[in-house]
């Protein structure tokens, strides 16, 4: 067996916190025998103060060379007012866009044990798994030009420019019909198809490609209503496909039907499946170093990569395992924890997830 190389990139605020949870993961494996390895880089702040670029050279060397990345979070107040081309969100864009990762891949499962944590009905969301396939290197996030002007009249005026192009929406497509045939086979486009000549784009490209897809069953809902129908019926959706921007919006509101943010990891992937594999959330600046992050969205994002790079499903399924023995015993973080219910630290929760990690090998 061949070596596989992790570059692991802690970020900022709680990013390094529940990063510190995913590694004692990796650890557990490495002491089974898997053949892994892993290094250290800085992205997004932390990039910014040891080497003054929040995508520095060397883990754009490293970034290259790895056969997978796990990242923790970037950004926060400290680095708020820094010029937009530094700031650390232009270091997790820059490795998305410089890796070529397309395919964003963010599953929301409601757990059984945590049907009372969602701000939803019990009812609504029991058995719910939803996968949301967002375009990860195209539309309004890189669209050109963009800048600030003024106008004629003298008034300053920002401008971003929102685009797609065939390519970019066949690949994405792709992409999610063949993870709705390995689902429940519906598929629901989303864009905003009334107003914006990208999403025109978009649909007639879905359409077109759905053909190929015979057995998928293509639909179609605005934004504006899949935001609705994902809070008044969320069960009817299996896999969901979308661009940069409304993704980034529905998966934040997803992550509500699984009970909290730090339950959803995800996986960036390109054309190969080398991938990024980083929890949805942010770096929490409110909670960090306070031991209080849940750190169960990266170490399912551990899993994401063991299952998607690496082939290793047997081992995905071991951590969603571990995941779900500690929720069903009652372990919560405080983003999870129902009102009376104790509450466990970051650290605590991730030593529960490897206790029932060693003892389902
Ligand atoms: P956020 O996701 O960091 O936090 C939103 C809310 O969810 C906060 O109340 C936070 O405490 C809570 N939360 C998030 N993760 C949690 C976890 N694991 N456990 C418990 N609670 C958790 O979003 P924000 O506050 O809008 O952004 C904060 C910073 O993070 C900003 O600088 C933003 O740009 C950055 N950000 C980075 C990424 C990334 O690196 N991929 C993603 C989103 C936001
Ligand atoms: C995410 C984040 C990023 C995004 C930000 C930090 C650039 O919100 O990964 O969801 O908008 O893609
Ligand atoms: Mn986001």
Not at 22 to 36: C, D, S, T, W
Not at 83 to 100: M, N, S, T
Not at 168 to 196: G, M, P, W, Y
Not at 289 to 297: D, S, T, V
Request: net charge negative; aromatic share 6%.
């Amino acid at each position: 067996e061949t070596m596989k190389n992790i570059l692991i990139l802690p970020g900022d605020y709680i990013g390094p916190e529940v990063m510190a949870e995913a590694v004692k993961v990796l650890e557990v494996f490495k002491a089974e025998g898997e053949p892994i390895a892993w290094s250290f880089g800085h992205l997004g702040g932390a990039a910014y103060e040891a080497e003054g670029h929040p995508y520095p050279p060397s883990t754009q060397q490293a970034a290259r060379a790895a056969d997978a990345i796990l990242m923790g979070a970037v950004g926060g107040p400290k680095y708020d007012g820094l010029p937009r081309a530094v700031r650390p969100e232009q270091g997790i864009l820059g490795i998305r866009k410089d890796l070529g990762l397309f395919a964003n891949l963010r599953p929301a499962l409601a757990y059984e044990a945590l049907a009372a944590a969602s701000p939803l009905k019990p009812e609504l969301i029991a058995g719910l798994d939803v996968l949301i396939v967002r375009e990860l290197t195209g539309d309004i996030y890189f669209g050109q030009p963009r800048g600030r002007r003024k106008t004629a009249d003298g008034h300053d005026e920002g401008y971003d420019t929102m685009h797609y192009s065939v390519p970019e929406i066949e690949r994405i497509a792709h992409v999610a019909f063949q993870a709705a045939r390995k689902r429940r086979r519906r598929l629901c486009s989303v864009d905003k198809e009334n107003v914006l000549e990208t999403s025109r784009l978009w649909r007639e490209v879905m359409i077109r490609v759905g053909r190929d897809y015979p057995d998928v069953e293509l639909t179609h809902l605005y934004v504006d209503n899949a935001a609705m129908q994902l809070i008044k019926n969320p069960r009817q959706f299996d896999v969901i496909v979308t661009g940069n921007l409304f993704g980034d919006i529905l998966s934040d509101e997803a992550s509500q039907l699984a009970g909290s943010i730090g339950m959803l990891p995800s996986a960036s992937l390109d054309a190969n499946n080398k991938g990024l594999y980083e929890p949805i959330h942010g770096s929490a600046p409110d909670i960090a170093g306070q031991n209080k992050a849940n750190p169960l969205a990266m170490i399912l994002s551990v899993g994401m990569m063991f299952k998607y790079s690496f082939g290793r499903t047997d081992l995905a399924d071991r951590i969603d395992a571990a995941v779900r023995k500690v929720l069903q015993d009652g372990k919560r973080t405080g983003d999870i924890a129902q009102p009376g219910e104790p509450v466990i630290g970051t650290q605590e929760m991730g030593a529960a997830v490897v206790d029932a990690l060693r003892t389902s090998k």
